[in-house]
């Protein structure tokens, strides 16, 4: 099984055991004391406390999580070992005062032991047994549990059963508020499989835990007492990785000769494909025996970790809008991403390596994630300028490094080493390789001092946060927008007034705005106070579904009680609503052309346009696309009533399909066009629809492995696109002198004369540039040792040509080097070329180009047989 069938195999086995499958939070917590979202139950924290209610009972997920940083934090470890990660992807179920410990420990073996096959005898569970002064008592009920599985398998409880203090066995979410013991799952990967015993829970990456069950019983009081908790919980947490790692390595269980790895998996393979690609090595899999004198093998793979690992983490972040930055959170990304960046510098790889790394992490991801594939862009231009920023920062770095070392006669003391770790972004094991190669020693007892003085000082600025349980949650906002005749002029009274930053939000007792969600956007319009009139640009909602509209050009003292007149455009209004309905067609009308298997995966629904997203198993061929584009007009234009009613949830009809990423409560809406479509929506739609009048697909492309995204437009959007696109052909026909049924022979016609003049035109340059070749290699000079040197300012050289051009002359003088410069573009571009044999010799085309252009204040690199740079031209 790989990763995405280890996902979705949890996700489904919950499912079927009733739980809500929910949409992972985002990686920004909404608590203030987290840096970032760190484990499975962040989203659940209200629930647990009682300050909201839950619309399930019963849920699971797979959620994004990172641990660096802060209490849990992970990134010295990455890459030295196979296990530890910054980003991970956590698996979890929760159980809100529904089953508890039996149903939890249950489900998990048959998981674990029926859908994944784990050996059952290789598997060993911990339960709670306090030490004298820890809180609590033996969780006697887990042990029995536990004892009647092993029992029923024909094992040996008193071997498969190990007790736990508090220490690993006992969860508590603070220093106050809800907690409780907890039982590990924990694997036996060693080749006999009979060493459990003596290797859960020492670190050995041999035996690893698979699963922790967290039941949630106690409240934790400020003054230190514990006390029962009248709704007891289950919080579970497995990790993907690992999971997937050991059913790869292993290969199904079958073969337990290597030592475990989470990293040889599908997870990660495709991004070492790329950093080997990228940097001509590979990755073997070794692991470090020792941080301070690793092999070269070692060395490599220990790269290839991190910056695997480091990689996915940034990407993930950025995708949920946390950027690189120098306080809190985004200084921890921008560490992150420099101990990453030069990782790959000393593996040589190009520069701009590690924002095309995220293209291959959004390629994996971005199925099961789509926020990635979303903000691809923002993404990839947000790592460029990071380690286009950061190139600068290594070469001082480098710089201060060699002055150390001049004053240094045989050690770097601590705190310069810590300079170079914390000012430098220099990992200490970094540090360590290039002074063991100029043979000096680093004092790693010094730099952990400096460590820690930093450490005490981030724990004494710590924001710290007492948790207490709450009764209730505040109300939410009444809609009574629904009807297009019901927006306009609606009274109502103002409950409160927000800030954030330079924003600012209305909130009222009733409203009939239309707050963000379901993929429909917020209303826009305006709202009157005391005669004053104010806009209103968009309307969210918050997590207790009070309705915030975001107000503009209104400084006026707005109190709680006073009347306000709230009024939506009404044409921005129908526009959305005519798209909301025809996104509703296209999802029906997808299924009917494509198959059943064909799965929402996003949507995005304003007054302009409909975006959808869809998993689908083969693209949609244009005649596909054309049919169902026709079907959702067919159903336009049988003005089809719509139906819309509210059931309870367990009362759902038949057939109706779920809306992405909505949460839905006790009592769910659904709409319904006819036998052809019917979704759970709280979205606004229209009575009919022949209300939509026209639908048009503008463009259909692929946004990740297996999902495709659909732009469409209805309505008057629809009517103005076909007259533009008419007025179009108009004139191409004018020009062309033909018939409408002409134009696209007339203008293949015109497009293939083009490339052949195109073919002609690049076949003749490229003469010239051999000529060119052939005249400047009659230039070289001997340099000894039977090697050439050419080094030529060439002019009327486009940019792209130099390369092709230098390995020409490189061809002509057989062994040597070749370094040409050619002004473009206000700056001096830079090539260097060496052939092998100049190579052995101590000539590196990265280290010419470099000193060129850092002597006239530019930059470059590359590899040792080609590298590229530039300098501006002064």
Known sequence: MNSDEIRQSFLDFFENYGHKIV????????????????????????????????????????????????????????????????????????????????????????????????????????????????????????????????????????????????????????????????????????????????????????????????????????????????????????????????????????????????????????TFAEIGRMCGRKYHGTVPQSRSNMSEDERTDFWFRAIADHVRTLTFAIGDGIFPSNEGRGYVLRRILRRAVMFGNLLKMPHGFFANLASVVIDKMGKVFPELVEQKAVIEKALQNEEQSFSRTIDRGVAIFHEICEESVDEISGNDAFLLYDTYGFPPDLTQLMAMERGISVDMVGFEDAMGRQRALGRATQKRSAIEVSDSAGDGTKFTGYAIDAVENVAATVVDIVSSGNRRFLMTDKTPFYAESGGQVGDRGTGTIGGKVFTIVDVQRDKNGRHLHEMVNFDEEIVGGEGVLLSVDK??????????????????????????????????????????????????????????????????????????????????????????????GDVVRVVKFGDFSMELCGGCHVGNTSEIACFKIVSCCAIASGIRRIEAISGWAAFDFFRTNCKIVDHQCKSFSCQSSEVTAKTESLLSRCRELEKSAKAARNATLQNMAT??????????????????????????????????????????????????????SIVACCSQSAISKGHRADDIVKSIAHFHGGSGGGRQDFAMGGYAIN
């Open 23 to 270: 949409k992972s939070s985002s990686l920004m917590p909404d608590a203030p004391n987290l840096l970032f979202t760190n484990a499975g139950m962040n989203q659940f924290v209200p629930i647990f406390l009682g300050a909201t209610k839950t619309q399930f009972q019963r849920a699971a997920d797979t959620q994004k999580c990172i641990r660096a940083g802060g209490k849990h934090n992970d990134l010295d470890d990455v890459g030295f070992d196979t296990y530890h990660h910054t980003f991970f992807e956590m698996l979890g179920n929760w159980s809100f005062g529904d089953y508890f410990k039996r149903e939890a420990i249950e489900m998990a073996w048959e998981l674990l032991t029926t859908v994944w096959k784990m050996p059952k005898n290789r598997l060993y569970a911990t339960v709670y047994a306090p030490n004298p002064d820890e809180p609590a008592e033996f969780d006697g009920e887990s042990h029995e549990i536990w004892e009647k599985i092993f029992h029923g398998e024909g094992m040996d409880p008193k071997i498969h059963i190990i007790k736990g203090s508090k220490r690993d066995n006992f969860w508590m979410m603070g220093d106050t508020g809800p907690c409780g013991p907890c039982t590990e799952v924990h694997i036996d990967l060693t080749p006999s499989g009979d060493n459990g015993v003596s290797l859960v829970n020492t670190g050995s990456p041999w035996c690893i835990e698979l699963w922790n069950l967290v039941f949630i019983e106690f409240n934790s009081n400020g003054d230190g007492t514990f006390s029962t908790l009248q709704s007891k919980h289950v919080d579970t947490g497995a990790g993907l990785e690992r999971i997937v790692g050991i059913l790869a390595k292993t290969k199904n269980f079958s073969d337990f000769s290597l030592l475990p790895s989470n990293y040889d998996s599908d997870l990660f393979s495709d």
């Open 571 to 664: 044409t921005v209004r129908l526009n959305t609503t005519r798209n909301h309905s025809a996104t509703h067609l296209l999802d029906a009308a997808l299924r009917k052309i494509l198959g059943n298997h064909v799965k929402q995966a996003g949507s995005c629904v304003d007054d302009k346009r409909l975006r959808f997203d869809f998993n689908v198993l083969a693209p949609p061929t244009e005649r596909e696309l054309e049919d169902i584009e026709s079907l959702v007009m067919e159903k336009i234009l049988e003005c089809i009533d719509s139906e819309i009613f509210e059931v309870p949830a367990n009362d759902i009809p038949a057939g109706c399909v779920a809306n992405f990423g909505e949460k839905y």
């Open 775 to 828: 005249k400047i290699a009659k230039s070289a000079k001997a340099i000894g040792d039977g090697l050439f040197r050419v080094e030529q300012k060439v002019d009327d050289v486009q940019q792209d040509e130099l390369r092709p051009l230098a390995v020409n002359i490189l061809s002509e003088i057989v062994d040597g080097v070749v370094i040409l410069t050619a002004p473009n573009d206000q700056c001096y």
